[in-house]
């Protein structure tokens, strides 16, 4: 009989893999539990989206990446319950699962606000599906500009809406704009991509919001001379095929483009509500777990939940930003405490070490904060691509990126711009 305690990680995000690669030396036995049989590096998922990489070069095999790890199994599975009386989790399909500790860390989806029904026609970017999805949508948008008779519809192809003025909106933002300016300039006959009207909405007063004003500043400026529009105070309030509706300073506007994408907002996964009826844990507005200062649940200190999917707030109260340092400095100290208390020892509360914030506009466009120290330029964009290399999982992967930047770099060419979507998507209905 195998008497090592049982560790059991749901989810294989950043939190859940960097609390399984910090125990690889424990004495105890770790089960890792995901939908996906892989990884996937979701700050770059935004350049699938928009052709500069492929899918393989974010992904990492969970297997692969865990292969020397002995203490540990891989499970391709979905929990759908957890019993804390019979400490298990419940799968979809197969037999429960017990543990002697539980790491919760499944994340964040999309979230329309009460609009579900605009899932269809404003895809957000979380999966990998969703980022073929939308490259499909942008590409067949100007190979339907391209052949349409009618120049108002041509018009119509030509324009993307962006809903959502964070990172990640100012990022996709940023490589529509490199890819209408530059890399697609020459490709078609008819049109110039250089004329396609990118459109950045956001409801605050700036874009960046959780940025420092001069850098939210810098932004757009950055984002402005690659011919991207943003447009601040504007609250998105109905979306139809082919059109957006939306409240500037009072006053309702009807934006018509065949291309609308989603970087709004996001929600907690299904299993915070499980988390929230089955342990009476509290929920924050986005669903989004209420955790002790050790990441624990309150009364179940077996029980941790961390990443996206966990409120975990500074000393003044705010709640530290849903980004992958977080989550992987949440999963290692989860790792630390779980080994410590197995020795009856104990270690103080989780305090996040903030590296700073990143963001990226285009080629050698950025802006960067390090406390106190602010960036932007290329210097910002040589510092988020380093960062970003360095914190790819597994080295083939890292080696595939910096070639695809530099090959970029130096042509403005990317080399993955394909419509693959296997569904009919929306800018196919002309």
Not at 255 to 269: C, N, P
Request: hydrophobic share 45%; aromatic share 8%.
């Amino acid at each position: 009989m195998n008497e090592q305690p049982h560790i059991v990680i749901v989810g294989g995000g950043f939190g859940g893999l960097y609390a399984a690669k910090a125990l690889r030396f424990a004495p105890v036995r770790v089960t890792l539990i995901d939908q996906r049989n892989f990884h996937l590096f979701q700050p770059l998922l935004y350049q699938v989206a928009t052709g500069v990489l492929s899918p393989g070069d974010i992904a990492s095999p969970l297997r692969g990446v865990l292969h020397a790890q002995k203490n540990i199994s891989v499970i391709k599975a979905q929990v759908v319950d957890i019993d804390p009386v019979k400490h298990c989790v419940i799968l979809q399909d197969g037999d429960p699962i017990e543990f002697d500790y539980l790491i919760v860390a499944t994340g964040i989806t999309h979230h329309y606000f009460g609009h579900d029904e605009w899932a269809a026609l404003a895809p957000g970017l979380k999966e990998v599906e969703d980022a073929i999805e939308i490259r499909s949508r942008v590409l067949n948008a100007f190979e339907n500009a391209e052949r349409e008779q009618d120049w108002q519809r041509c018009v119509e192809w030509m324009t993307f809406v962006i809903v959502g003025g964070g990172p990640t909106g100012v990022e996709l933002a940023g490589a529509l704009g490199e890819m209408t300016h530059h890399t697609l300039k020459n490709d078609f006959s008819n049109i110039d991509p250089r004329l396609s009207q990118i459109q950045v909405l956001e409801v605050a007063e700036r874009i960046l919001p959780t940025y420092h004003p001069s850098s939210s500043a810098k932004a757009t400026k950055q984002l402005e001379k690659l011919g991207v529009t943003v447009r601040t105070n504007t609250r998105v309030t109905h979306i139809v095929d082919g059109v957006v509706t939306v409240n500037a300073s009072g006053q309702d506007e009807q934006i018509h483009a065949r291309t609308i994408l989603w970087a709004a907002g996001t929600r907690a996964s299904p299993l915070g509500a499980v988390i929230a009826q089955r342990m009476n844990a509290q929920l924050d507005r986005a669903g989004r777990v209420q955790v002790e200062r050790d990441l624990s649940l309150t009364n179940h200190p077996n029980v941790f939940v961390i990443g996206d999917l966990a409120v975990v707030r500074k000393r003044n109260g705010e709640p530290l930003p849903g980004v992958a340092p977080v989550a992987m400095q949440e999963g290692q100290y989860v790792a630390r405490l779980i080994k410590r208390r197995l020795r009856d020892k104990t270690i103080p509360p989780f305090k996040y070490f903030d590296k700073g914030d990143l963001a990226v506009i285009g080629r050698n466009k950025a802006v960067a904060e390090f406390g106190p120290i602010r960036l932007d330029g290329i210097i910002a964009w040589f510092a988020w691509a380093g960062v970003h290399i360095f914190n790819l999982i597994e080295f083939d992967n890292k080696v595939l990126v910096l070639i695809e930047w530099a090959f970029n770099y130096f042509t403005h060419k990317r080399g993955a711009r394909l419509i693959t979507a296997s569904t009919r998507t929306q800018n196919e209905k002309n």
